[in-house]
């Protein structure tokens, strides 16, 4: 059991890599909070992992809300030592001066703002705790940006820069940072980043993944347990390619 007596608060946990997530690290032994804007769907996961996930509604936007999952973790379940930073926005593929203020600020701060939220909560409860780990999901965006995603890839660059800053402040307090950088995945964003969901638009985006696939709630599973595991209890800043081959 890689987690074993490991607590962790994963956003976005209500569908796609968020649940993924949630019930890989609940099988290796972790009690989670399922955190989620779509409460119904929170509670779903919680209810199918069972007595080791607790469901809290949170638009991790607002700071009240990140204050209150997180939170939970210590009142449920003593600890807090593992955050993942993975609900996140897109606009739909459109040149960039077609996206407006409101879709802009609604990036902002889902992408950015509630990571800056979520670590003014939680790294005094890990420091205090002595140490713990903070993941966040990137995206290739953030290293081989397509046309037409221009705000959602800069902010994604910026989740890129910010775990890596946040590695090195936070090192001497042993909280490690890293981020996924998962290619685009079978999830509720896909027909967001293509534009249009047809077969023809679907093969453009598979013709430049070399392995020839999306990506799976499974593989930035797998992927996330190693970095929150003790086995990558050296690794720190770092931006990990989940992604087929995609940004070589």
């Not at 290293?143 to 989740?159: D, I, M």
């Not at 800053?165 to 293509?194: H, Q």
Request: hydrophobic share 45%; charged share 25%.
């Amino acid at each position: 059991m890689r987690l074993e007596n490991k607590t962790a608060v994963i956003t976005g946990a209500g569908s796609g890599f968020g649940e993924g997530m949630a019930k890989r690290f609940a099988k290796e032994g972790a009690r989670v909070i399922v955190a989620d804007i779509n409460g119904p769907e929170a509670e779903r996961v919680a209810h199918e992992i069972g007595d080791a996930a607790i469901a809290v509604t949170a638009d991790v936007s607002k700071f009240a809300d990140t204050e209150k999952m997180i939170n939970a973790a210590v009142e449920h379940f003593g600890s807090l030592d593992i955050l993942v930073n993975n609900a996140g926005v897109t606009h739909k593929n459109m040149p960039l001066d077609q996206v407006d203020e409101e879709m802009y600020d609604f990036i902002s701060n889902v992408n950015m703002k509630a990571i800056y939220y979520a670590t003014k909560v939680a790294v005094p409860i890990m420091e205090k705790q002595g140490g713990g780990n903070i993941l966040s999901t990137a995206s290739t965006a953030g290293l081989r940006p397509r046309p037409g995603l221009v705000w959602y890839n800069a902010s994604k660059a910026w989740v890129i820069n910010a775990t890596k800053c946040m590695a090195v402040e936070l090192a001497p307090k042993n909280i490690r940072v890293n981020c996924l950088c998962p290619v685009a995945g079978e999830t509720g964003m896909l027909a967001d980043f293509m534009g249009e969901d047809t077969p023809e638009i679907r093969a453009k985006f598979k013709s430049v993944i070399p392995l020839g696939r999306f990506s799976q709630p499974r593989d930035m599973a797998n992927a996330a347990l190693y970095l929150v595991s003790d086995e990558a209890d050296f690794i720190t800043g770092v931006a990990l390619e989940v992604d087929g081959g995609r940004c070589v």
